[in-house]
């Protein structure tokens, strides 16, 4: 079909679709180029190294160029683009529309591809002699990168997706028959509403970069064996283990302030298969880490360092894997479906884990094992059977991840464990246990040989030291009450913060070098404090005992956190008292204003704040609430909504009230008519109501009074819950016809009626309308007290700073040497 | 024996442990059929019935939502969930529910609703672009 489309911006694309197939070509060219710079025996003939470059800075351009065409595309609004029209919509702000541009997988991986490109050029500005064969691994997986974005059909298999695939290519429909369907498409879908966060902006940014660095040490590894340079690989790829470890780390907590601040699962980790995936490569990277000193230090562990090199990459791969391929299909809240790329991811995987194995197995009996054994008072070690056990961590977690794997590989039908929060929390506390008690006394360890009743006589004390301190701290935060295991965790990370602390004292004592691995660990003992009282100790504020309840529900149902409240009633909750004062809207989102005070025993006001937890509305996707949270420095109070009555798009106006008065009524319970004399007062359920005074003449909106005409105001002063509205009913007589005009209080959920005068009795006749408690504006909400969660961010924040500091000493070394 | 022998057994042993952990805590997909059969919590897969009724009535108790719903062998059975009434959840496609029966009803811990979303499905909405057609 030869259809001449109108209004089509196809310049973009093509411009775009060229950079894709150069960036592929180019980065192919690259990893050729270099496989032969490193195996030609010719030192002098530098002709395949250039080419290597230039190939690969040939890749980076494009993918600049790549970017730029999908920029614009996605910055201009042309819905041709299945991209743009499936992310964006013109009502997004331009920082959402840069976010727009990885919201996508497309986007992703052109982020991913983007990051390396720009490692690799750090790498052939400072890898020397490591270039070529660094350069060749790194290439080769900017191949593989660069092939997903190709959206080419080869041998009837389409391999990639294009971003710059058309609408009317990627979606099928009877409205693309006609040449002029653009000007049926004015907006695109726009963003996920769940997306549309400031974090969308900053954090996939941070985790392609660890992801992408992941690949150095790996290219290292690969490099080392495959040029038979055993030990000499280990030193640079510590730094960038560093590096990758630090970015990486980062990249995820990141996430979980995320999804603390703004999504709606009440916490900070869920145990979602994503974020496990995302935790995979960090674990082994960190175990890597460890082992690659422990090598450098002592030769020992050299095969185990290595395999847990490798292995983070192909965690990285098999973590996308996980989140692309639709694998996970129900298990995982957010996972992409898949775009039809399950099998290329697969080889992908296979790809770099066959290389992996081949090394090993080629290089095998050359690799520098000692027969050695170590001394089992030797720093090295215990840093080693650390290793092993963040390993094994790792292994339960990809184990238990991967059900939907292995239910897809072995035709079984397993379904994660029923409670699976608990089920992890358990199993990973066990494993932290271990972990950060080695992260503690191994700090009194030397390296090769230590003084061993110095070294228990001084563990010991720190022990106690800790026990003391970790009985305080269960006590007051209530950690008691919870398992065992937990307790344990706490006591051995407070032993480690302790133990690292002195190392950091003593470091400033001249111990320079060990400052930075210890302020690393004071860092990643805090983390585990923080989240395990914060997520352990987490207090429902909003306990709900009302209601026809289900005695003795099942475990996780228990806690009955909802409260409905209604509009401007004060209602208490826990130590606040909270009221819902109204909302506001700022499109897309509704905010619901909660007013938070707190008395002291005397009864006097202590602290008063608003919360704004919001709800966006969205045709597509439905409600999506978002919470808001107080911060204190020790605790936080967090805040959602979790259900509303039906929103009415727009709050009828007074004309409208007035046609549908009959409707109108059926809103409000049976009326009840007062008679009245001013200062008289009338009750009702909420408070009373003053009849302050006639007014003779009153006005009524677009009616004129005419002579003879007779309007009168019966003002009212209305209290209820300690707040003081007016109202003015107006009673007319109009061409010897009566009207009235009735005022409503939508606060109060009053409707008033100046209904009669009765001169006879010098009184008149007020008819309060009130609504029935369901008509009533209220919100169903849920308040969360999460204590010390400071210390997780903190934590993660002393974390870095230990890899900053690590990482800038290891480079002197790299220098040095 | 060596200490890295000692150490990899000990790994092995705690590998295997891992795998036994897992092997007893996971769950089964099942029907209500099955839930009433067993004791401990399963996940039961099926679709919400949309003519009957959807309970939530937040005046009443804010944590409690019950629904009815028709599992992968066609058997219906009364949902409770200890909660409020999952947004958009009548138009869900399918459910995942787990928890366990008591009695006749169904307790779910947890709700998992996979909705026709907008973000996993392509459709052009031709009917909200074509109302502004006026303005070519």
Same mark, same amino acid.
């Given at each position: 079909m030869n259809t001449v489309f109108k +209004?089509?911006?196809l310049l973009p694309g093509h411009l775009g679709q060229i950079f894709v197939i150069i960036s592929f070509g180019a980065a192919l060219l690259s990893a050729i180029s270099y496989y032969f710079a490193t195996t030609n025996? $010719?030192?002098? $003939?530098k002709s395949w190294l250039k080419m290597g470059r230039i190939a690969f800075y040939l890749n980076g351009a494009s993918i600049l160029g790549i970017g730029t065409c999908l920029f614009y595309v996605i910055y201009n609004h042309y819905f041709e683009y299945h991209y743009a029209w499936a992310y964006t919509s013109r009502e997004l702000p331009v920082y959402y529309i840069i976010a727009g541009f990885w919201n996508g997988q497309e986007g992703g991986f052109l982020l991913w591809a983007f990051w390396q490109a720009v490692l690799g050029l750090v790498l052939i500005r400072r890898a020397k002699s490591w270039e070529q064969p660094v350069m060749t691994v790194v290439s080769l997986s900017q191949v593989l990168l660069a092939s997903m974005l190709l959206g080419i059909e080869v041998f009837g298999m389409r391999l990639g997706s294009s971003p710059f695939l058309l609408l009317r290519d990627a979606v099928e429909g009877p409205i693309f028959s006609n040449p002029d369907y653009l000007s049926f498409i004015? $907006? +695109? =879908? +726009?963003?996920n509403p769940l997306l549309q966060n400031y974090w969308m902006v900053i954090h996939p940014p941070v985790l392609f970069l660890g992801l992408a660095s992941v690949a150095i040490p790996f290219a290292y590894a690969i490099a080392g064996l495959w040029q038979k340079r055993y030990k000499e690989w280990v030193n640079p790829a510590i730094s960038y283990s560093l590096f990758g470890a630090m970015i990486l780390g980062v990249g995820v907590i990141m996430g979980s302030l995320w999804a603390y601040e703004s999504l709606n699962f009440g916490g900070f980790w869920a145990w979602d298969p994503v974020e496990n995936a995302s935790i995979f490569p960090w674990l082994t990277l960190v175990a890597g880490l460890h082992v690659l000193i422990v090598f450098k230090n002592t030769g020992h562990a050299y095969v185990t360092a290595t395999i847990l090199i490798l292995l983070s990459f192909i965690l990285v791969l098999y973590e996308s894997f996980l989140a692309?391929?639709?694998?996970l299909g129900e298990a995982s809240v957010h996972a992409f479906t898949d775009l039809g790329m399950f099998w290329q991811l697969v080889i992908f995987i296979l790809i770099f884990l066959a290389l992996s194995i081949w090394v090993l197995v080629a290089r095998w009996k050359e690799l520098p094992i000692t027969k050695k054994d170590e001394d089992t008072y030797s720093r090295e070690f215990w840093m080693f059977v650390g290793a092993i056990f963040l390993g094994l961590s790792c292994f339960h977690l990809v184990l238990v991840t991967s059900i939907p794997v292995w239910n897809a590989m072995f035709g079984t039908k397993l379904a994660p464990p029923a409670e699976s929060v608990t089920h992890y929390n358990v199993v990973q506390g066990s494993f932290a246990v271990v972990i950060a008690l080695l992260t503690g006394f191994t =700090? /009194?360890?030397?390296?090769?040989?230590?003084d061993v009743t110095r070294f228990f006589i001084t563990t010991l004390l720190y022990f106690v030291f800790a026990a003391l301190i970790t009985a305080l701290v269960v006590y007051t935060t209530g950690l008691y009450k919870l398992r065992f295991v937990f307790q344990l965790v706490m006591l051995t990370s407070i032993y480690s913060i302790l133990v690292n602390a002195k190392v950091l004292s003593d470091s400033f004592?001249?111990? /320079?070098?060990l400052a930075g691995s210890a302020v690393a660990h004071i860092g990643f003992g805090l983390m585990l404090v923080g989240a395990l009282i914060a997520a352990g100790t987490r207090k429902v504020i909003s306990v709900n005992d009302k209601g026809i309840g289900i005695a003795n529900f099942s475990k996780a149902g228990d806690e009955r956190e909802n409260v409905m409240i209604y509009k401007n009633e004060p209602t208490k909750m826990g130590d606040y008292t909270i009221t819902y004062l109204g909302d506001s809207v700022s499109q897309p989102n509704h905010y619901y204003k909660v007013n938070y005070k707190r008395y002291d025993k005397g009864g006097k006001l202590t602290e008063e704040f608003l919360l704004k937890p919001n709800v966006q509305i969205n045709p597509q996707m439905g409600l999506t609430p978002s919470p808001d949270t107080k911060h204190y420095l020790f605790h936080d109070l967090y805040t959602h909504i979790t259900a509303l009555p039906p929103i009415k798009e727009k709050p009828a106006t007074e004309e409208a009230a007035m046609h549908g008065e009959q409707n109108d009524d059926a809103n409000y319970d049976a009326p009840i008519t007062h008679e009245v004399a001013p200062g008289d007062t009338i009750r009702f359920r909420e408070g009373y109501m003053v009849l302050k005074a006639l007014n003779k003449d009153a006005k009524v909106q677009n009616i004129p009074i005419a002579a003879g005409d007779i309007a009168i105001g019966a003002k009212l002063e209305v209290v209820a819950h300690g707040k003081t509205y007016e109202a003015e009913p107006v009673y007319m007589i109009k061409k010897n016809s009566a009207f009235d005009f009735a005022r409503k209080i939508e606060d109060v959920g009053l409707k008033l009626r100046f209904s009669k005068v009765l001169p006879e009795k010098n009184k008149v006749e007020i008819t309060v309308y009130q609504q029935p408690e369901s008509k009533r504006p209220w919100i169903v909400m849920s308040a969360l007290d999460f204590p010390y969660i400071n210390f997780l961010w903190s934590g993660t924040i002393i974390m870095v700073i230990g890899f900053l500091m690590s990482l800038s000493r290891r480079n002197k070394e790299l220098k040095t040497t | 024996m060596k200490k890295s022998s000692i150490l990899g057994l000990v790994t092995i042993a705690v590998a295997i442990a891992v795998i036994i952990s897992l092997y007893s805590s996971t769950s089964t997909y099942g029907t209500f059929v099955d839930a009433k059969n067993t004791n401990g919590s399963l996940h039961v897969i099926g679709h919400l019935d949309k003519q009957k009724e959807l309970y939530y009535d937040a005046a009443k108790d804010a944590n409690y939502f019950s629904f009815y719903m028709t599992d992968k062998k066609g058997n219906e059975c009364k949902v409770v969930f200890s909660g409020t009434k999952p947004q958009d959840f009548e138009r869900s496609e399918q459910i995942v529910l787990v928890g366990e029966m008591r009695g006749n009803e169904f307790h779910a811990s947890h709700i998992q609703m996979k909705c026709p979303s907008k973000y996993t499905q392509d459709k052009v909405e031709v009917t909200e672009a074509s109302a502004k057609k006026a303005d070519i």
């Open positions: +209004g089509e911006h025996t $010719d030192k002098l $003939d004015k $907006d +695109g =879908q +726009g963003m692309r391929s639709g694998v =700090q /009194f360890l030397k390296y090769k040989k230590t004592k001249g111990k /320079f070098k | -």
